[in-house]
């Protein structure tokens, strides 16, 4: 059994912004800023951390009630931000995980910076959510190789702890990806979707270096897939 960990914002779909709108929004909103102080780093990183960024940024203190409210602010907000931003799924994303989804051999799963909820409604916006049976999320998590073992804890629950580490595939679109893959003993699989280039991600020497995934065959030769 091959397992696919797919990475979401820069590589399943772009959604235009959205996310770091509706966060931005809810801090404003929900924790009553007049405006923003300035930007934290969004790519590659967990929700968890950057809210903790964003509240140390602004001098809120990061206490559980202020944490679930403004969560729950963000979740709500996300949805219209989706609406309003002009996102996209990601070239030959759709087609690759249908190809997917129809073999046996083969489990899809997240392994995704993104609140649980979070990576819910931007999947389920653009039709993705159905093709992923388990994942690793952001909720907790201030580091990628921390979701990394998430998701690899799930792929044992998931296939009853039967996984060889050779056949487990992160796909994304940042260093913080490949990194991510190795700390678990992952292959890496990086598509210059996202906000680096070609030759950022070369320098982190992925298993396999793609400009996107419009032509997956690539892929799915190193997944035995073809």
Known sequence: MHICLFDIDGTLLNSGGAGRAAMETALCQVLGLKELRGRVAFSGRTDRAIIRDLFALHEITDAPVVWNHFVSAYLRLLPECLQRHDGRVLPGIAALLECLCQRDDVALGLLTGNLREGARLKLGHYGLYDHFQFGGFGDEHLTRDDVARE????????????????????????????????????????????????????????????????????????????
């Open 151 to 226: 998701a690899l804890a799930r792929v044992h629950q998931h296939l009853n702890g039967s996984v060889n580490a050779d056949r487990v595939w992160v796909i994304g679109d940042t260093p913080l990806d490949i990194q991510c893959a190795r700390s678990i003993g992952a292959k890496a699989v990086a598509v210059a979707t996202g906000f680096h280039s070609m030759e950022e991600l070369a320098a982190e020497k992925p298993d396999l270096l793609l400009n996107d995934l419009s032509d997956p065959t690539p892929l799915l030769a190193r997944c035995g897939c073809l």
